[in-house]
Nanobody, 126 residues
Framework: QVQLVESGGGSVLAGNSLRLSCVVSGWMADQYSLAWFRQAPGKEREGVARILCEEDSVRDTYYADSAKGRFTISRDNAKNMFFLQMNNLKPEDTANYYC????????????????WGQGTQVTVSS
């Protein structure tokens, strides 16, 4: 069974950076969608970024408007890992962040993803 474990969260001041990592145990196929979601207290889970596993999938990265220009999703297939580099963090980025995977090329919607990590907390203070 495929499982995901994310790490890298923490408490930082606004303007600082964090890099989240997700280790994928099991099969990471070319057709997989790899994604980051976040959920703040009292809010629904929202997509942050998505990337495909296949070679040259950099063409098919997708970012939520809130992440564009600040966050970068990347992968290292040889290490079965993918990442979310978060720069210029803002208090509104505070949330529990989840990595997720789907076995098809799918949009960045939580309902499309069937494998989830347990979450890592990101807290940004001003």
């Amino acid at each position: 069974q495929v499982q995901l474990v994310e790490s890298g969260g923490g408490s930082v001041l606004a303007g600082n950076s964090l890099r989240l990592s997700c280790v994928v145990s099991g099969w990471m196929a070319d057709q997989y969608s790899l994604a980051w979601f976040r959920q703040a207290p009292g809010k629904e889970r929202e997509g942050v970024a998505r990337i495909l596993c296949e070679e040259d999938s950099v063409r098919d990265t997708y970012y939520a408007d809130s992440a564009k220009g600040r966050f970068t999703i990347s992968r290292d297939n040889a290490k079965n890992m993918f990442f979310l580099q978060m720069n210029n963090l803002k208090p509104e980025d505070t949330a529990n962040y989840y990595c997720a995977a789907a076995r098809r090329w799918v949009p960045l919607l939580a309902a499309n993803y069937n494998v989830w990590g347990q979450g890592t907390q990101v807290t940004v203070s001003s």
